[in-house]
């Protein structure tokens, strides 16, 4: 089988799915001829079980976020994810026996439900290094350093901070920024010329609020710009609100795109970009520099990933379609003004290769 890098993630938000990929390319760059193997444990292990609670997660950040913010609390206390809760038996049998298959020389978990699954593993067999990747910013759960890890990476000094105040020894706690892909560091495909400002759409919120989002954009979309919305697994829920928008507009004037692997290059490419406080999504727009306007923010987790850009001035919080579109329309007025104020900004924090700096910083724990 040869030699194994093991990347452990799970599919509840993009962010834990970003970091897993973006780092495994980083060591397959970095190990060539090693087998890097990413896998969803929990999918994996009870994927009926896992495809309800991904649903109900969806639903809770989206239409029901007081109640996500309840269970986002819970998590963090020992006594209900610590090791050894009852709910644990299933994956750690799991985890148990993919251990012994796989024999990896490192465990990499972009996920923390897994360094409390290795910590009750650790007593009944022999468990490899465990780099944990945090993938949000300021606002820590504390499952995240509920259970040891040789190496915990952080995205930034805030965090870092927050990590080291949960009791981590400073020395285990190390910045690298947070891992997007490394497309993020590779040239620009040849670009066409264009005319106007071009305003970069990832919707996540209800239907009525992209609804009304779009109704807001439409005076600076009939003032010539361009808008592009590339809509991935949100296609079908929103289909009839794009339909009714796109018909509504002259030609050309928005683009609607379904799964796409051009994030990178629609990010480095616009002028701003509406999106969700994602860690993933907002790390991404500070390695590409492009102005932000955050118009939904997941309670407790995100929290602090909006603080982090906006302390920066990479990014403008809004509540309100009104809000959002007034906040594009400065950002985009007086030639771009202050979009070129924000993105030098971004600059001096921007780590477009935080991939290679994790998987360089993995490397340093794991066994021969």
Known sequence: MGRVIWILTAGYGDGHNTAARSVAEALERLCPGENIEVCDLVSEAMPRTAAVTKALYQQAITHFPAAWRVTYDLMGKRSVTGPDSTWQAGLLNHLEKRLREKKPRLIISTYPIYAVLLESLAARCPTPPL????????????????????????ADDDTKKVVVGFGVPEGKVRVTGFPVSLAFTEPLPEQHPHQGPRILYLPSTTGRRVAATLEALKPQLLA???????????????????????????????????????????????????????GAILHEVLAAK????????????EEGNAEMLTAHDGGIVTTTARETAAAVESILTNNGAVARRMRASMAKISVPDAAMRTARAALSIATD
């Open 131 to 154: 780099c944990t990747i945090i993938t949000d910013s300021i606002t820590v759960n504390r499952i995240w350093v509920m259970s040891d890890s040789g190496l915990f990476c952080v």
């Open 224 to 278: 010539g710009a361009k808008l592009t919305l590339p809509v991935g697994k949100h296609a079908s829920r929103l289909y009839h609100i794009l339909r009714r928008f796109t018909d509504s507009m002259p030609p050309g004037t928005v683009e609607v795109i379904g799964w796409t692997k051009r994030i990178p290059e629609f990010l480095r490419t616009h002028d701003v970009v509406i999106c969700k406080a994602g």
């Open 290 to 301: 492009i102005p932000a306007v955050v118009d939904y923010i997941v309670p407790g987790q």
